[in-house]
């Protein structure tokens, strides 16, 4: 999981501005998969994506989130218009076979 | 029915003493179990992985699987306070790579 990394890693946005939150996966990985945290609740599943494409968006709210993963560059989880409730930890893996391997983190904190 | 379910806890345990974590899970096609530890404040780090039924073992860990019962277990011998900690349970669900999370198991691990 140290190969996993994600910035920033704490990131303050007031409501009704936009989040956006990066991931690099583990060197030669193509695949990354979003995860969020909220206080007191389990880890939810949001998005699954390859280079240039997204394979699963089952876990995304329908509005204000969006996620890429460019040829070049991290994997993007954009929050646009954040509320409160959208303050959590969001966590970005990668996977070696069926194993993810999870980032650090970005603590995302509406005021 | 939850997906993913486990005794929130705390688990409290003298050191030295086994540990037994629970969790139950509701898709009998699931076919890949995870258990995560999750320190307050950090990431999850990927402790075990089970695929068939039976034991796995490794180190002072030992995963349990029984699809018939829908049931996996991790065993922690020996408890050392610095395996206090959330344990996470994931199961990894149909069409494809995403993990659900249980809500997790807070043990605490005492001198």
């Known amino acids: 999981n140290a190969g996993v990394m994600q910035n920033p890693r704490h990131l303050v946005r007031r409501r009704g501005q936009e989040a956006r939150l990066r991931c690099s996966p583990m060197k030669g990985h193509s695949h990354v998969y979003w995860y969020r945290q909220l206080p007191e609740e389990g880890l939810k599943f949001m998005v699954y994506?390859?280079?240039?494409?997204?394979?699963?968006e089952s876990g995304m709210p329908k509005e204000r989130f969006s996620a890429e993963f460019p040829k070049e560059g991290p994997s993007i989880l954009r929050i646009q218009q954040v509320v409160r409730g959208d303050s959590a930890a969001y966590f970005c893996?990668?996977?070696?076979?069926?194993?993810?391997?999870f980032g650090p983190g970005t603590r995302l904190t509406v005021t | 029915q939850k997906e993913v379910e486990q005794n929130s806890g705390p688990l409290s345990v003298p050191e030295g003493a086994i540990a037994s974590l629970n969790c139950t899970y509701s898709?009998?096609?699931?076919?890949?179990f995870f258990w995560y530890r999750q320190y307050s404040g950090k990431s999850p780090e990927l402790i075990m992985s089970?695929?068939?039924?039976g034991d796995k073992e490794d180190g002072r860990f030992t995963a349990q699987l029984n699809k018939a019962s829908q049931y996996v277990s991790l065993l922690i011998r020996d408890s050392q306070p610095s395996d206090s900690a959330t344990y996470l349970c994931a199961v990894e669900t149909r069409g494809g790579n995403k993990l659900t999370f249980g809500t997790g198991t807070q043990l605490k691990v005492e001198l």
């Open positions: 898709d009998r096609v699931s076919q890949s």
């Open positions: 893996a990668s996977a070696t076979g069926n194993e993810q391997y």
């Open positions: 089970i695929y068939s039924n």
């Open positions: 994506l390859q280079k240039e494409n997204i394979i699963d």
